[in-house]
C-alpha cells in the first residue's frame, strides 16, 4: 500500500500533466497547495457517495475537494479510451479547516449506513476499535461544528 501511495504522489508531482494541475489550481484558489492527498471514494454531507475517488488538498485554512474526468486508461503501455456510458458531472466544494471539530476512523460500513440514513447526529458515530481497524475497511469521518460530516477514504490525512 505505501508503495502504491508513494508512486502516486511522485507521478503527481513529476509529470508535466500532475504539475499543470497543481499550479491551475493554485491559480484558480489563490493560494499555494501546503497540503495534498487523494480520497478512494467519499461520501459528501448531502448523503451522496463518490466511488472515483476525490482530489483533496489545503490552501492557508481552506480545504477542497474536487473530482476530475477520467480521460483515458494505460495498460502496459496502451491507452485504451474510456467508455462513456453517462455525462461526467464535476464535484468540487470546500471547507474551512477551522471549521473542523474532530476526526474519527470509523468502519466504512457504519459510514455508509450513517448516510444512507440521513442521521445528522455526529454523535452516534462511533471511533473504530483495534479489531475493527485490523479486520475491516475504514474511512475518516470529518466532522465540522456545523454538525456536517464528511467522510474520505484518504491516502494520507492531511487533518
Known amino acids: 500500500m505505501f508503495a502504491i501511495r508513494k508512486k502516486a504522489e ?3 508531482n513529476k509529470t508535466e500533466n ?21 480520497s478512494l471514494w467519499c461520501i459528501l454531507p448531502n448523503g451522496k457517495l463518490y466511488e472515483h475517488g476525490m482530489f483533496v488538498y489545503q490552501i492557508e485554512n481552506d480545504v477542497y475537494y474536487e473530482d476530475f474526468e477520467k480521460q483515458t486508461m494505460n495498460i502496459f503501455g496502451f491507452t485504451i479510451q474510456k467508455k462513456k456510458t453517462e455525462d461526467f458531472v464535476k464535484t ?13 476512523k470509523v468502519s466504512k460500513s457504519q459510514a455508509i449506513k450513517y448516510a444512507r440514513e440521513n442521521k445528522k447526529n ?11 481497524k485490523f479486520f475491516r475497511p475504514c474511512t475518516d469521518a470529518v ?8 467522510f474520505f477514504e484518504l491516502l ?3 487533518f
Do not use: C, H
Request: aromatic share 8%; charged share 35%; hydrophobic share 35%.
Open 10 to 12: 511522485d507521478q503527481m
Open 18 to 38: 500532475g504539475v499543470g494541475l497543481l499550479k491551475e489550481l493554485e491559480e484558480k484558489r489563490g493560494g499555494k497547495i501546503d497540503k495534498k492527498t487523494f
Open 92 to 104: 468540487e466544494g470546500s471547507f474551512l479547516k477551522s471549521d473542523v471539530e474532530k476526526t474519527l
Open 122 to 132: 455526529p454523535a452516534l458515530l462511533k471511533k473504530a476499535g483495534f479489531f475493527t
Open 143 to 150: 466532522i465540522l461544528k456545523n454538525g456536517d460530516v464528511y
Open 156 to 158: 494520507n490525512n492531511i
